[in-house]
């Protein structure tokens, strides 16, 4: 497997603060998607709201067409269930559902940026990519590649100035 160059190592460096960032912001929009997707689709259907009549941050009911099963909220295209929500004001829970989906998009170049210039394998790209899907994996990837990545250049650079001092020296 090709060893990344010694010239792109600033670059590697940029790449992993910018995925370090990436990765904890990603992480913590999804975990509030996590959270927003559990108190509209549990028992409770509500959503959360910025202004508006019920104040400066409220939940608003979600009203549940007739004849919808607890089941038929999880079923792609919902089997004609419908969800309708009474809040006026600016829809936080839709604004979280939106900021998740870009900031992956971002987490994803981050991703892939590290991934290409690092040279990794095509494998380690997904499970990357998968930091950004699965709550909580983002954290746990960002402290091991970032650990990773760091131990990977001190121990290049190290070894790459010890050569030349050693063929100073014969």
């Not at 929009?29 to 019920?54: D, N, Q, R, W």
């Not at 941050?57 to 089997?79: E, K, R, T």
């Not at 971002?106 to 990519?129: D, G, H, K, N």
């Amino acid at each position: 497997m090709p060893e990344p160059k010694i010239a792109s190592f600033p670059a590697i460096r940029g790449a992993l603060k910018f995925y370090q960032i990436a990765s904890i912001i990603t992480g913590v929009m999804l975990l509030l998607l996590l959270t927003e997707m559990i108190v509209k689709y549990s028992p409770i259907h509500h959503e959360l709201f910025l202004g508006g009549s019920g104040g400066f941050l409220w939940f608003a009911d979600v009203i549940v067409g007739d004849g919808c099963q607890w089941y038929s909220l999880f079923v792609p295209g919902g089997m004609g269930c419908k969800l309708t929500s009474v809040g006026d004001g600016l829809n936080l829970s839709l604004g979280i559902l939106v900021a998740h989906g870009w900031f992956y998009v971002v987490y994803l170049f981050a991703c892939f940026r590290v991934w290409s210039l690092m040279r990794w394998p095509f494998r380690r790209f997904i499970l990357l990519a998968l930091g950004g899907v699965i709550p909580f994996l983002s954290f746990f990837m960002e402290l091991s590649v970032s650990r990773e990545v760091k131990n990977y250049l001190s121990t290049r650079e190290a070894a790459d100035a010890s050569i030349p001092a050693s063929e100073g020296a014969r």
